[in-house]
């Protein structure tokens, strides 16, 4: 179960900034644009919070703002009849990469790359998965136990309280369990893709 499938709830809370966007003439690939744009700046505080963990908070607060456009941007293609394989394209390209910008701060920000390197890898692969399905023919998928939308909700979570509260257990703070969690269940709910998807094509 995962905040994909209430991404409904989302777009009605989205309709006054659609209708505002589409007003001023934003099109959604400039959305797209932008919101890769502020998870870039995320992905560069939480490395600076390996100085200072204020930058944490700085950071979930892009991740939030990366997160609600990246919604906005398919809401303001179907408004304005705009949704396109084109405009597609884009946001997955974009959407990846900053999955990485992000992942990878966080990885750097405390020095741990090899964990970060597992983390992204699951992160990746859970949207290979997602996207390879409908790529065969099948739907694209949206479930297992992390979806984009969760983990952008955790790393918010996170990143906020970790900008305030100092905890640790078996060496890892609050971020680096965060990265920790992203290494095996990234992987898990990949598994749990494919094998959804190969089940539906055996």
Do not use: C
Not at 74 to 85: F, I, L, N, Q, Y
Not at 119 to 142: F, N, P
């Amino acid at each position: 179960m995962t905040l994909d499938q209430f991404r409904h709830v989302a777009d009605r809370a989205l309709e006054p900034f659609v209708s505002l966007s589409t007003r001023l003439g934003i099109t959604p690939d400039a959305i797209s644009v932008l919101a890769f744009v502020l998870a870039a700046a995320a992905g560069g505080a939480y490395y600076q919070a390996g100085d200072a963990a204020i930058w944490y908070f700085a950071g979930a607060v892009l991740v939030a703002l990366n997160g609600w456009l990246d919604i906005l941007d398919g809401a303001v293609a179907r408004e304005m009849g705009t949704d396109s394989k084109a405009g597609d394209l884009l946001d997955h390209v974009l959407d990846r990469y900053a999955d990485i910008v992000v992942v990878t701060g966080l990885a750097a920000g405390l020095d741990r790359y090899a964990l970060g390197l597992v983390a992204v890898t699951g992160v990746l692969m859970t949207s290979y998965l997602g996207t390879q399905s409908q790529a065969v023919g099948l739907d694209r998928v949206y479930g297992g136990m992390l979806g984009r939308a969760d983990r952008l909700a955790l790393i918010g979570i996170v990143t906020t309280v970790a900008a305030f509260v100092d905890i640790s257990a078996l060496g890892f703070g609050l971020v680096g369990w965060l990265l920790v969690v992203f290494a095996v269940v990234g992987h898990v709910t990949a598994l749990q893709r494919f094998w959804g998807a190969w089940r539906a094509l055996s």
